[in-house]
């Protein structure tokens, strides 16, 4: 089923490469928001939206703007719904069916930080969840944005550049 849709998606986005854009910036956003992320494979289909850049022409620019935008903002939210909730948020689903969690993620952004913030994005189980942590421990606005706009715009290269240069290198 999710092999079907992912491979929907890449077809689509390779007919009709105006939308390539707004379909990574709700890809990329999904992948980073809370809860959302559990439920959405996009990793997988932007890796593929990457191999569809290398082999066809389409603009690379664009969809990766729109990849590094969606991520910061899917964590900005998750900010602020994290800001905004606190620890109540421990007893909504899906976080209230792992009680563990949310205190691994505290411990974690104790531990680390700012620092926290921008490594949680490059890994999976933390991409999402680092960010409602953070606003849920109350980091202050500045230094969440700083380590969250750098590691948007790593990890928007990161998840499209393998499939760009995999095609580029099989062409």
Known sequence: MVD????????????HQAWAPAIV????????LAFI???????????????????????????????????????????WFGARYSYAIAH???????????????????????LGVFFGRFFGPLRSITPLVAGICGMRQLPFQIANLASAVIWATGVLAPGIVFMQWLL
Do not use: Q
Not at 4 to 15: K, P, Q, R
Not at 48 to 66: F, H, N, Q, T, Y
């Open 4 to 15: 079907h849709i992912s491979e929907a998606l890449l077809n689509f986005v390779g007919d």
């Open 25 to 32: 910036f709700a890809l990329a956003f999904g992948e980073s």
């Open 92 to 114: 909504m689903w899906p976080l209230s069916r792992d009680p563990e969690l949310l205190p691994r993620g505290e411990a974690f952004f104790r531990k680390w930080g700012m």
């Open 37 to 79: 992320s559990l439920l959405l494979p996009a990793t997988a289909i932007l890796l593929g939206v990457g191999g569809l850049i290398g082999a066809a022409d389409i603009a690379l620019w664009p969809i990766w703007c729109a990849a590094a935008l969606g991520a910061a903002f899917g964590d900005w939210l998750s900010y």
